[in-house]
């Protein structure tokens, strides 16, 4: 079992910046892809950045390219999501998530989510 708690969350003009941590726990012996969703009102869940479980290669959804970055410190267990430009049509709740990293963009290929952290991007 693995344990995820997010933060880093809040309330940020266009335009500005958010970093959001994931602290894992638990099995932290077993290295997992790591991915951050979203969910913004009334719409799906959805992916935005994933790391391969060796932290060689990043994926990203089109619309936060060149904005986005995600990265981890495997001695802290921990993976970050760096949020710069951000647009009002980036709020939403964001979600960390591991799994075996097969299919980094599918919402099934995770096994262990955390209770996800608030962004509100104002115009």
């Known amino acids: 079992q693995v344990q995820l708690v997010e933060s880093g969350g809040g309330l940020v003009q266009t335009g500005g910046s958010l970093r959001l941590s994931c602290v894992a726990s638990?099995?932290?012996?077993?290295?997992?892809?790591m991915g951050w969703f979203r969910q913004a009102p009334g719409k799906e869940r959805e992916f935005v950045a994933a790391?391969?479980?060796?932290?060689?290669?990043?994926f990203y959804t089109d619309s936060v390219k060149g904005r986005f970055t995600i990265s981890r410190d495997n001695i802290r267990h921990t993976v970050y999501l760096q949020m710069d430009s951000l647009q009002p049509e980036d709020t939403a709740v964001y979600y960390c998530?591991?799994?075996?990293?097969?299919?980094?963009?599918?919402?099934?290929?995770?096994?262990?989510w955390g209770q996800g952290t608030q962004v509100t991007v104002s115009s």
């Open positions: 998530a591991a799994g075996p990293g097969f299919e980094y963009r599918r919402i099934t290929d995770y096994n262990y």
């Open positions: 790391l391969t479980r060796s932290g060689q290669y990043t």
């Open positions: 638990g099995r932290t012996d077993v290295r997992y892809a």
